[in-house]
């Protein structure tokens, strides 16, 4: 899960299982949730999206799950593959003055797959 | 589409030193951001505009930084005088009628070191 410490938590799975990475969200306002994906010297990559009114949405060998009660986030990954290694991110929506919602990104978690 | 476009990829300067940093949006893109991130922080907003107006800049740490967005395909953001600890990879990131439910899209990074 998401880390306020120095180290990013880190998860270790082999090539073919399945990865859950879980993130703990702040404001039970948020109604708009995103992860995201960082390969190193890269800059992060969106990979899925889910509201507020939703609990669960998948696409390509990810789903992210949606717990309003408990404001926990999950992305899981299907049959991980090396390829899926780098950090992970997830965002909220907060309002920001001027009136947008921008995301507000946690600490990340780091997702290492060994073949 | 190119992507967003940031330069320079990598900048090494001493302390005392004007740095600035570049950024072009995907072409038709009416939000832009600027994001920092460090180990220590992870990702945080500096200020972001929309048509090419600054909306929130609570996020620039101090006076020594200022960005400007003069047209819809630019914008900078400068440090002056840089310090050690604005060592960090800055992000400028761009979306399409704010990040309300819209994808942010991130650059590469400008991968500053400050000695």
């Known amino acids: 899960g998401e880390s306020v410490g120095l180290h990013l938590p880190t998860l270790s799975v082999q090539e073919g299982d399945n990865s859950i990475i879980n993130c703990a969200y702040s404001?039970?306002?948020?109604?708009?949730f995103i992860w995201y994906k960082q390969e190193s010297g890269k800059g992060p990559q969106f990979i899925i999206d889910?509201?507020?009114?939703?609990d669960k949405r998948q696409g390509q060998r990810v789903t992210v799950l949606l717990n309003k009660t408990v404001k926990h986030l999950s992305l899981q990954i299907a049959a991980t593959q090396p390829g899926d290694s780098a950090v992970y991110f997830c965002?909220?929506?907060?309002?920001?003055?001027?009136?947008?919602?921008?995301?507000?990104f946690g600490r990340g978690t780091s997702l290492i797959v060994h073949p | 589409d190119a992507g967003v476009i940031q330069s320079p990829r990598h900048e090494v300067t001493e302390m005392g030193q004007e740095v600035t940093l570049r950024c072009k949006p995907i072409?038709?893109?009416?939000?832009l951001f600027w994001y920092r991130q460090t180990m220590m922080r992870g990702l945080e907003l500096l200020i972001y505009?929309?048509?090419?107006?600054?909306?929130?800049d609570s996020g620039m740490p101090e006076d020594r930084f200022s960005a400007k967005m003069p047209n819809a395909s630019f914008s900078t953001l400068k440090i002056q005088p840089s310090e050690p600890r604005d060592s960090a990879v800055y992000f400028c990131?761009?979306?399409?009628?704010?990040?309300?439910?819209?994808?942010?899209?991130f650059g590469e990074g400008s991968w500053l070191t400050v000695v």
């Open positions: 990131a761009s979306s399409l009628g704010g990040a309300g439910g819209n994808t942010i899209y």
């Open positions: 889910i509201r507020s009114n939703m």
């Open positions: 404001n039970s306002a948020s109604d708009y």
């Open positions: 965002a909220e929506n907060s309002r920001k003055s001027g009136g947008s919602y921008i995301p507000t």
């Open positions: 072409s038709g893109h009416d939000y």
């Open positions: 505009f929309n048509n090419n107006v600054p909306i929130d």
